[in-house]
C-alpha cells in the first residue's frame, strides 16, 4: 500500500510537469534508440559482408604460382590438371575442384572488335565461383570432352558486340577459331576485376587453350570445402600437396577469402564500438539531465517534503518517490527509444539489396532498457538523496 501510494505521488508530480518531463527524457530516447540501432546496423552489415563473400565462393580455397617478371618459370613449376585431380583425390576435405587459364584476347564478332579476357574453365568452375546463367547454358560434360567450340560472355560483352539482339547462337571469333556462343552470364557478387573475371570476358573449356597457349597449364586451381570450418585446413593441406608435387623452388600463393572477411569483421567492430560510444555519451548527457531537472524540482517542491515529512513519512520514502520519478522519466524514454530503434529497420527492410533481411537483437533491446533505466536511478540517486535528507523544520520555513 505504501509503495502504490508513493508511486502514485511520484505519478502525479510528473504529470504536473509535463513538458518538462517530455524534454527531459528526449535524452533517453535517443540513447536507447541509438544502443538498438548500433546493434542492428552491425549485425546487419557482418550478414550482408558474409553473404558478398560467399557469392564470390563459398568455402572457397585457391592457389597460383608466384611468377617472377624477369626470370622464366621452368614447365615443372606451372600448375597443371593433374595438381587439380590430385587435389580432388587425396584431400578429403574437397569438395570439389576446378581450374582455370586465362590470357587477353582479341574477339571479332558483328564487324566490331573488342580485346576481352579469354578464360578456359573446366566444368565446376560454374558451381565454385557460383556464376549466374542469364541466358543459355553452360558447358555440359560433352562440351568438355570433345572440345566444342562454343562459349559463354559477359553480359557487358554481349551488350556492346550484339545490342538488344540475342546472342545465343551466334558466332564469335578469337584468333583462327570461331566458336558458337551458348550463354550470358555474370557473377554473382561484384568484383570490381579483382578476379580472372573482367568485365568483358569469354569463358571456353579448358582444353581449347591449348590452341593459344601451346600447352595445358594452370593460372589457378579452386578448391571448394564441405564446411567453413575446413577452409583452414583444406589451405594447409593444398600447400603440402604442390611443394611435393613440384620441384622445392617452385613458389605458390595460396589463399582464401578469410582475410578480406576478418578485415571485414574489423571494420564493423571499429565502426561499431564507435557508435555505441557515441550512444554512451548521448546517456551520459541525458543522465546529467535528469539530475539537473531533478535537483530543480527538489528545490521547487521543498515545502512540499517538509509537509510530508512534518506528517510522518520517512526518510526511505521520500528517496523512494523521487528514484521513482528518476526511473519513470529514464524507462520511459527507453520504452519510446527502443520502439523507435525497432520500427527504423523495418521501415528501411524494402530498400535494401536482394534477400538481406535485418537481424533484430533481443539482447540490444534488454540492454538498451537496462542501461537507460540504470542511468536514470543513478543520476537521480543524488538529487533523491538530497531530498530525503532535507530537515522539515527548515523545508517548512522554506517560501
Known amino acids: 500500500m505504501q509503495l502504490r501510494e508513493t508511486l502514485t505521488v511520484a505519478i502525479d508530480a510528473l504529470r504536473a510537469n509535463k513538458l518538462r518531463t517530455v524534454l527531459t527524457s528526449i535524452g ?25 563473400i560467399e557469392a564470390v565462393g563459398s568455402n572457397m580455397v585457391w592457389a597460383e604460382m608466384i611468377r617472377t617478371p624477369d626470370k622464366v618459370q621452368p614447365l615443372s613449376h606451372e600448375l597443371t590438371l593433374d595438381d587439380m585431380e590430385a587435389t580432388k583425390a587425396t584431400i578429403p ?22 580485346t ?27 562440351d568438355m570432352e570433345s572440345r566444342s567450340k562454343v562459349c559463354l560472355v559477359t553480359k557487358e560483352l554481349a551488350a556492346r558486340v550484339f545490342g538488344i539482339d540475342n546472342p ?39 582444353r581449347l587453350m591449348r590452341y593459344y597457349k601451346g600447352r595445358e597449364v594452370l593460372n589457378a586451381l579452386y578448391a ?47 565502426l561499431t564500438i564507435m557508435l555505441i560510444v557515441v550512444a554512451f555519451i548521448a546517456m551520459l548527457i541525458s543522465g546529467i539531465g535528469i539530475m539537473n531537472i531533478m535537483l530543480v524540482t527538489v528545490r521547487e517542491r521543498t515545502r512540499e517534503i517538509g ?9 526511505k520514502e521520500i528517496l523512494a518517490q523521487f528514484l521513482i520519478e528518476a526511473f519513470l522519466i529514464s524507462g ?52 533523491a538523496n538530497q531530498a530525503a535528507k532535507l530537515d522539515p523544520v527548515e523545508s517548512l520555513r522554506y517560501e
Not at 566458336?179 to 568485365?199: K, N, S
Not at 520511459?332 to 533484430?360: D, E, K, S, Y
Request: hydrophobic share 50%; charged share 15%; net charge positive.
Open 28 to 52: 533517453v530516447v535517443i540513447g536507447s534508440a541509438s544502443i538498438v540501432l548500433v546493434v542492428t546496423v552491425a549485425l546487419t552489415s557482418k550478414k550482408y559482408v558474409i553473404s558478398q
Open 93 to 114: 576435405e574437397v569438395a570439389t575442384v576446378a581450374a582455370t587459364s586465362d590470357m587477353p584476347m582479341t574477339v571479332v564478332a558483328q564487324a566490331k572488335t573488342r
Open 116 to 142: 576481352v579476357a579469354l578464360i578456359g574453365v573446366t566444368q565446376d568452375y560454374k558451381k565454385i565461383r557460383r556464376l549466374v546463367i542469364l541466358r543459355g547454358r553452360y558447358f555440359d560434360v560433352g
Open 168 to 206: 545465343i547462337g551466334r558466332m564469335i571469333r578469337m584468333g583462327e577459331v570461331s566458336y558458337t556462343v551458348i550463354g550470358v552470364f555474370q557473377e554473382r557478387a561484384a568484383t570490381f576485376g579483382l578476379t580472372e573475371i573482367q568485365d568483358e570476358s569469354v569463358l571456353i573449356p579448358f
Open 224 to 270: 571448394q570445402a564441405y564446411s567453413p570450418d575446413q577452409v583452414k585446413s583444406l589451405e594447409l593441406q593444398l600447400k603440402r600437396l604442390l611443394k611435393s608435387r613440384h620441384p622445392p623452388e617452385a613458389e605458390y600463393h595460396v589463399q582464401t577469402l578469410s582475410a578480406i572477411l576478418n578485415a571485414a569483421k574489423s571494420i564493423s567492430l571499429g
Open 307 to 315: 509537509v510530508r515529512k512534518a506528517i510522518g513519512a520517512p526518510r
Open 332 to 383: 520511459g524514454g527507453a520504452v519510446l527509444g527502443i520502439l523507435i530503434g525497432l520500427a527504423i529497420p523495418v521501415a528501411v527492410q524494402q530498400t535494401l539489396p536482394g534477400n538481406l533481411r535485418v537481424p533484430i537483437s533481443t539482447w540490444s533491446v534488454i540492454v538498451a532498457f537496462l542501461v537507460s533505466s540504470l542511468t536514470g536511478l543513478f543520476f537521480g540517486w543524488l538529487p
